[in-house]
């Protein structure tokens, strides 16, 4: 299989609660490879233009301020349909309806913090990791 790449960020919530170690290692014993991390704090500029879609939305200033609040943990992980296997790791969206085994099932109850992101499409993962390493891929 033609190997793909995803932009993944443990947000702060999951760096506050000290989740980094085991996100990795979901990542790494699924068989996905980490190919760049750095641990950061966003301005609101790049949050704004990471979360672009949802602009619009209600939670849109809640959610910036949220990304911003503290340090998070970027990452641009590949392999086989890696956008895929991911958003399986990371569970849906709202962690109360994630199921027990994935990440947000296992981690999280409110939708507003809910560890993990990785990109929906590889569109949105080219333009995602675009934002995150500009210089590296
Ligand atoms: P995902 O992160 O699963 O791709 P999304 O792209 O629909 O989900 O939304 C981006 C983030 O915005 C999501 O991880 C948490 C927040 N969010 C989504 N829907 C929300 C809502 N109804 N209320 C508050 N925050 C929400
Ligand atoms: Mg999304």
Known sequence: TVSERTLVLIKPDGVARGLVGDVIGRIERKGLTIVAMDLRTLDADTAKAHYAEHSSKPFFDSLVEFITSGPLVAMVVEGPRAIEAFRGLA???????AAPGTIRG????EIGENIVHGSDAPESASREIKIFFPDRF
């Open 106 to 109: 296992d981690h999280a109850l």
């Open 91 to 97: 569970g849906l969206t709202d962690p109360v309806k």
